[in-house]
């Protein structure tokens, strides 16, 4: 009789009683042989041969009780390493089949094959009935091959017996590329969210961790994990929030799957393209354990700023125009030019030219309007001895203009820079939820607490310090600024100038920072970490400009230049995250750039901007040395910028030497890194300056420096505590993935997040209060 006509016997057999006969070679564990009548029983181990000519066909029956899932796991194995004649597989339930073969083949990089011997299936689970009876299953496998010669197969169908995972309880487990592993999790009615959480006990392999519906069959091979639910790449832990709004049926299978090379999560890549590994099982047993979410909290804050009035000494000549007269030398020492204001002027007042918001003047070379500061300022700003007075002698009307564009500027960066952003993460976000790919994006996956289409609304939500602490500050300095018009129309306003522009900057810039941080937070990865720190960089230039423009408000640097000059630090960023990490011609160029650029600030801010930057610059800069170091050894005419452009170029060169000999990765951090570092070396020398001039600190910036100081330090600590990684693969950074530490609902960037944006708002008032040191009303 040939094999068909056996096979349909068998399948006769089966639907008149329900009994089918085992093979005579069937065994039961840990037994002796079984009668010939034995029927197909749940943990047992069949052994048999098949070929061509001889297949075989085995029926379990097993029973489920109201209400209850149960799962059936199928283990086979062969001897059989011939890829032409495998020995197939095929298991009939009531909903589906599910066939495979062994050897079990899967394909890695350049076309590497695996082939596994052994095999373990989960088969789709029965669903529970409502009915009070129990309910009876049938299994039918099929065992069969094209082979001209026997092949030896085992064939073991086990139920499992810790199918459904419970809230809180761990539950460990094994698995490897070819005996993958799933289970499932109901929501009790009092849980809205969850995060299922996967650890193992080593590094490696690397492994995928999927979120499914109950449908079957169930995707749980490497080649197919990906086509449905939710999936993440892991090695040490991974992590995924589920939300019962997303499961109508109010549950879910948690499907695990070994990768055959660890390449995909970073691990190296095999030395031999051509070389086959043959029935290799990487079993491990990770553990699985879920967690009950979080509901979003409510977050209330109350901000509330009181500036008291501080008033001038000097008074304003005119428009802005200061008369000259005698050093004021009260409070100053001798020789000492930082902390003196200006000269005594005249209470003299001239007739005013027309109103404050007189627009006729708009462009840069409208500035300079009086032909007596084109014949003197070289002369004036070339003294040994200089006076505040000397750098403040424009007109406050067109210098207020002038700033006024920074402002004007940067909102209208803003627009066109975070437009196009916006969008793009709004693309990002809407491909990680059509795929399920979780590896798109660096989240802190054990503290990523989803709403709507968001999947980390914590990190998102948790840049509104920026918003509201960047909006307080344009209220303080628009306040500041209508108190300053009102005196200015009561000719009751005394000292320099003030110019708010930069200020209201400072402020957007400030803002943006929360926007943009917001916007990276929607889909954190290498391609859009730039977004994270633009705004960062003009916060730290603009924070310097500020710094200078209130001792040299007459030449500090135009808006055009000054957002020019950022543009360029941002392209430097972005050439630096695509080719920092191994060009070193990169690093080269960057590093000369940096030097050149030290170098070339340094001549403008010793010489007063009057040392011209062209193609000469270099000629004459050797003349200049050779002049004052070589032919005579001169000390310096300006002692103290002397010593502050040393130190900056010596800190900037060593930077851009750490540069070049370690190629940091990440190196919008380092970029950011530089300008921080001159700006604290800024501010240091200016509050130094003003002390070394017998200027005493009042109560008002002391606070806001020693509040700079607690809060950066404490922004910074959390800042270092990393919790993801772009500069890794996704499974490499879940690695480093830790749990909330704020309400249950923030993590440890999250609180960076809150305390930087209190940082910058004390840093800007502290360069707002300064200014208080020398404004204050006559007597």
Not at 377 to 390: A, F, Q
Not at 458 to 487: A, E, K, P, T, Y
Not at 517 to 523: F, G
């Amino acid at each position: 009789m040939s094999g068909w006509a056996r096979l349909a016997g068998l399948l006769l057999a089966v639907a008149g009683s329900r009994e089918l006969q085992p093979p005579p070679r069937a065994q039961r564990r840990g037994a002796g042989a079984a009668g010939a009548e034995e029927a197909a029983q749940f943990d047992v181990v069949y052994s048999g041969q098949v070929n061509r000519a001889a297949e075989r066909l085995y029926a379990f029956n097993y029973t489920s009780k109201p209400g209850q899932v149960d799962a059936v796991r199928v283990n086979v194995q062969s001897n059989s390493e011939d890829l032409q004649y495998p020995v197939l597989f095929v298991v009939r339930q009531q909903k589906g089949v599910l066939s495979w073969q062994v050897p079990l083949i899967f394909r890695g990089l350049y076309q590497r094959s695996y082939n596994y011997q052994e095999v373990s299936r989960t088969l789709c689970p029965s669903q529970p009935t409502p009915d009070s009876e129990p309910s009876e299953q049938i299994i039918f496998v099929d065992v069969a091959s094209m082979a001209p010669y026997n092949a030896l197969y085992r064939l073991q169908v086990t139920k499992i017996k810790s199918f459904q995972l419970m809230l809180n309880t761990p539950f460990s487990f094994s698995a490897s590329p070819s005996q993958p592993q799933y289970f499932l999790y109901k929501f009790p009615p009092d849980v809205d969210s969850v995060i299922v959480r996967v650890t193992s006990e080593t590094v490696y392999p690397c492994s995928v961790v999927s979120i499914q519906d109950i449908v079957c069959p169930v995707y749980d091979l490497d080649h197919n994990v990906e086509f449905n639910g939710v999936y993440q790449s892991m090695t040490k832990q991974a992590a995924i929030t589920v939300q019962k709004k997303d499961f109508p049926s109010m549950q879910f299978f948690v499907v695990f799957v070994i990768k055959p090379e660890d390449y995909a999560c970073g691990g190296s890549i095999p030395s031999s393209i051509r070389g086959k590994r043959t029935g290799t099982n990487l079993n491990r047993k990770p553990l699985l354990s879920i967690q009950g979410g979080v509901s979003l909290p409510s977050l209330w804050g109350l901000l509330t700023s009181q500036m008291k009035a501080v008033h001038m000494f000097v008074p304003i000549a005119g428009s802005g125009t200061v008369a000259s007269s005698h050093p004021i030398t009260a409070s100053t020492p001798e020789g000492s030019s930082y902390g003196a204001i200006g000269k005594q002027l005249s209470l003299e007042r001239r007739p005013r030219r027309g109103s404050d918001t007189d627009s006729s003047v708009e462009e840069e070379s409208d500035f300079d309007t009086m032909p007596e500061i084109e014949s003197d300022k070289n002369v004036i700003r070339t003294k040994r001895l200089l006076y505040l007075s000397d750098l403040s002698r424009k007109d406050r009307r067109i210098v207020s203009k002038k700033y006024n564009i920074y402002f004007w500027n940067i909102i209208t960066i803003a627009v066109f820079y975070a437009l196009p952003v916006i969008q793009l993460v709004i693309t990002y976000q809407t491909v990680v939820n059509v795929t399920g790919n979780q590896d798109i994006c660096y989240y802190n996956f054990l503290c990523a607490h989803p709403l709507g289409v968001l999947s980390a609304f914590n990190n998102i939500l948790s840049n509104v310090g920026h918003l509201l602490l960047g909006f307080l500050f344009l209220l303080i300095v628009l306040r500041r600024d209508i108190l300053h018009r009102r005196s200015l129309e009561a000719k009751d306003e005394y000292g320099i100038p003030k110019h708010f522009g930069l200020f209201y900057a400072m402020g957007i810039a400030l803002m943006m920072e929360g926007v943009l941080s917001a916007c990276y937070h929607v889909c954190p990865n290498y391609s859009n970490f730039q977004f994270d720190t633009s705004f960062m960089y003009m916060i730290a230039g603009l924070c310097m400009l500020k710094l200078y423009q209130t001792r040299h408000p007459d030449i500090n640097a135009s808006a055009y230049s000054a957002y020019a000059s950022f543009a360029v630090v941002i392209c430097l960023a972005v050439l630096g995250v695509v080719f920092g990490k191994n060009a070193l011609w990169f690093w080269i160029l960057f590093s000369v750039i940096h030097v050149v650029a030290s170098l070339g600030l340094s001549t403008q801010i010793y010489y007063m901007g009057r040392f011209k930057i062209d193609f000469g610059i270099f000629q004459r800069a050797v003349m200049v040395l050779y002049t004052d170091c070589i032919q005579q050894c001169s000390w310096p005419m300006y002692t103290d910028r002397m010593v502050l452009l040393v130190v900056g170029n010596l800190v900037n060169w060593s930077f851009a030497i750490f540069g070049l000999v370690y190629r940091p990765k990440d190196f919008a951090s380092y970029m950011l890194g530089i300008f921080i570092c001159n700006l604290l070396l800024y501010l240091a020398f200016y509050v130094i300056m003003k002390l070394r001039s017998s200027e005493r600190l009042l109560l008002i910036p002391l606070f806001c420096i020693v509040a700079t100081a607690v809060v950066w330090a404490a922004a910074l600590y959390f800042f270092f505590q990393n919790l993801s990684s772009w500069e890794e693969t996704p499974a490499e950074s879940r690695e480093i993935n830790r749990p909330c530490i704020l309400l249950g609902f923030f993590d440890d960037h999250d609180v960076w997040h809150f305390l930087s944006a209190a940082a910058l708002f004390f840093s800007f008032l502290v360069r707002f209060s300064l200014k208080s040191l020398y404004q204050c009303h006559a007597g």
